[in-house]
């Protein structure tokens, strides 16, 4: 039996001794390179965070100690360290292991944590309320890295942090990007030690106080004292940034040293204050195949050949598609630019930074920022392109809207991932974009259906330049492009029907729609499909082709509140057009993870579920116009 399989419980690594925890480590290693090879999943940050871990199960007593990870996507180890090592098998699968942290799986997670740069704020208010409980034996600590302190909520709590001494908070920065170099030696080992001593900081307010009252000299000769005490110590270590704000700050520590870093964190809880342990790990570490990929460490491969490292063929994506075409308009228009949030190769825009070097701005895990940037770059005559996953626009969204739009500025923001994304769980679905865009004045967002959709609506969208646009698809494999049969206004015909049903297809369901059309026409009702392309505002000629039709059903992949067949709805109602409207999306509730296909048939939106649902809807509408015919006689009859 191996090591790995006697951890039942963070107890189990406590009991463990030193000379058993480097086989240890190398088994979690192992574990987590086979099972990621067959699910996919976060590979590279959780190698680098293995002696971490285990370190930070060995010094704290989760889950009185609570453990908060950013990103969560760090906190494999942790599973496996918490009991459910015998389940990790099934990661990211349906039914089993979250690829985040999880409350519904266990004690040990507090918080369910994927959206970067949260976790300070978290332990903050986490910290201060065991304070005021009285709870001052517990010990909050706050793992965050894997570029997760770029983003600007991250200052704000630190900048809180600073101003409460007695907080019982441990903030662990897990440096993986190697910026800076490990500080070793005796001497610098004994200064971190001292200045995690209360004797320390007693004997610092002693001095001060009672050279303060020296005549003449006193304040300038502390000055000068402290001021050489702290030059020392930068010289010592890279912690001027957060001493600054007045953290105290232990490091840098070789964080695939276990026992360097198990020593650090010790002295950090003795101190019973806000301390800053910042480790420096390899991301990817000991699996040469992520250590050794130039692009991302294996970041979030695919399944892949434990072997060789080579991945799974990925098939020609909607983020491909975004990717070549950026590139072609980048060629024919100076004045495009593009934005990346920390994600340049998930986004598509690897191809346009190589081609143009100088027209791509990456600023870190800042999405705010991102958008408020590319409105200062609007203002000076460029046409900026923000390329962000669709749930992470929630978090810009006051920057769009009062930055951004307010001003009219011409920025496209491209999402991608809108709609269900699946595997990656409830935080990740992009199915609140299409809800919470609709407030926003003088916005018009794009929904393509298929590839060549995609190109025609962005090169529409950057020639827009009175106000902002936005262009929205899912993750996955490209459909087979659809070609319109007719037009409607600007709105594509998708296929002819009679009066009674049109089906209003928001991008990507178009081709679900079809297939519940040619059901419905085995059912005897016939079915009209357009594609508006453009969903807000929305072409007027919905509201002459909604009159002719008996029943009007809008098919989305966006939670079903707010979003387009809402807007559908409050359409006809202002033009007193007394149509019904079906509005056929995603439940407004957080969704378990899945495949895509899995989760969009759970909810009905498939072709069969559609035809079923419609075809007792017009059953129920026949029904009603044979009890009050006088009342609901149609516009066309």
Known sequence: MGILETIKDPLDVKHLEAGQLPALAEEIRDVLVSTVAKTAGHLGPNLGVVELTIALHRVFDSPRDPILFDTGHQSYVHKLLTGRAGSFGTLRQEGGLSGYPSRAESEHDFIENSHASTVLSY?????????????????????IGDGALTGGMAWEALNNIAGRRDLPLIIVVNDNGRSYSPTIGGLASHLSSLRMTQGYEHVLELVKNNLGRVPVVGTPLYDTLHGMKKGLKDILTPQAMFEDLGLKYVGPIDGHDEGAVEAALRRARAFRGPVIVHVLTRKGNGYAHAENHDEDCFHSPQPFDVETGEERPRPHSWTNVFGDEMVKIGAERKDVVAITAAMLHPTGLAAFAEAYPDRIYDVGIAEQHALTSAAGLAFGGLHPVVAVYATFLNRAFDQLLMDV????QPVT????RAGVTGDDGPSHNGMWDLSILQVVPGLSVAAPRDGARLRELLAEAVRVEDG???VRFPKGALPADVDAVGKLGEMDVLRAGDADVLLVAVGPMAEICLEAATLLDAQGISATVVDPRWVKPLDKALVLAASAHRLVAV??????VGGVGDAVARLLRDADVDVPVRTYGVPQRFLDHAKRAKILSDVGLTGQDLARQITEAVARRSQVMESHPARLVHPTD
């Open 123 to 143: 332990a903050d208010g986490l910290a201060k309320a065991f304070v005021l409980g009285g709870e001052t034996d517990r010990t909050v600590v706050a793992l």
């Open 555 to 560: 098919v989305e992949d966006n939670g079903r």
């Open 405 to 408: 739009a307010l001003h009219r």
């Open 413 to 416: 923001v491209v999402l991608d």
């Open 468 to 470: 902002p646009t936005v």
